[in-house]
């Protein structure tokens, strides 16, 4: 039986696929050299693999760094079954596989703790608001190589929206980054601090742009398993409010929910990315 984790983590695929911005991609794609050498924090399920792949990069070596053991050995799994078509063929190894020319390993760790390194790429998707941003900072210097660059898509920068409006809609907003930001570590406005920390530092921010994540139902259904990651985002907006003492949070929930089974609920989380080269 799948995890709900897990399946969070799959369910979202479709929705950071639209988010993600083109145009710091191809900045990206634009830096990369002939056979990277790729670290990926908070690797999750692996996504970033079957990702880069579509995007021509086919030619790597990949580690992905992901703290919790039971996704390191799902992304094993999950990613050979996912990319088994290939024309090359994928072939299992002891921590990952190969695919093509790409050699793709999952580690679980810290990855604010690795110490070693001379990547071409660090990815660190939807982390640096999970994390304080002095020691992703330090840890992205110490893994990158001298020419390295660090990609940070689906940063989260402090706006949550939900249509159609409800009279609590500004407090449960309010309510929920609080409880976002009360949590060491976090931070619900990390998009705009990186932006100021890349634009002081001696390196250089080669590209940012908007990634929002935007759910809508079409007619009265959500795309691919997108109803299970907005029922997702409620949970944890529900978590926010338990407790909180916040005026109409009840039926602010019901009803979300009671849109959502409908087709009639709309999310918009608003987001960064960002491509650094320290």
């Not at 145009?23 to 790729?38: A, H, N, Q, S």
């Amino acid at each position: 039986m799948e995890h709900a984790h897990v399946r969070y983590l799959e369910s979202k695929r479709s929705v950071d696929a639209r988010a993600l911005n083109r145009r710091v991609r191809d900045r990206l794609l634009e830096t990369l050299p002939p056979e990277p050498e790729i670290v990926e924090f908070a690797a999750g399920t692996g996504v970033t693999v079957p990702r880069l792949i579509e995007w021509g990069v086919t030619d790597f070596d990949y580690r992905g760094i992901e703290q919790d053991p039971d996704l390191v050995r799902d992304a094993r799994r999950r990613r050979v079954d996912d990319l088994a078509d290939s024309p090359g063929g994928v072939t299992s190894t002891e921590r990952g596989f190969r695919i093509d020319e790409a050699t793709v390993e999952f580690h679980a760790g810290d990855a604010l703790a690795v110490d070693d390194g001379d990547a071409d790429l660090v990815v660190a998707q939807a982390f640096a608001d999970l994390v304080p941003l002095d020691d992703l900072i330090d840890a992205l210097n110490r893994v990158l190589g001298p020419d390295g660059v660090a990609y940070l898509p689906i940063t989260f920068d402090g706006s949550t929206l939900f249509q159609p409006d409800h009279p609590a809609d500004d407090r449960v907003e309010t309510a929920y980054h609080d409880w976002i930001a009360a949590k060491p570590g976090r931070d619900p406005r990390a998009g705009r601090h990186l932006l100021d920390r890349f634009r002081t530092a001696d390196g250089d921010l080669l590209a940012a742009g908007a990634s929002d994540w935007i759910v809508r139902p079409s007619g009265s259904e959500y795309p691919a398993d997108e109803a299970f990651f907005l029922s997702r985002i409620l949970a944890f907006v529900a978590d926010a409010l338990d407790g909180a003492g916040v005026d109409g949070a009840d039926d602010w929930i019901e009803t979300r929910r009671e849109q959502l089974a409908a087709g009639e609920l709309t999310y918009v989380a608003h987001q960064y990315d960002l491509l650094y080269a320290p």
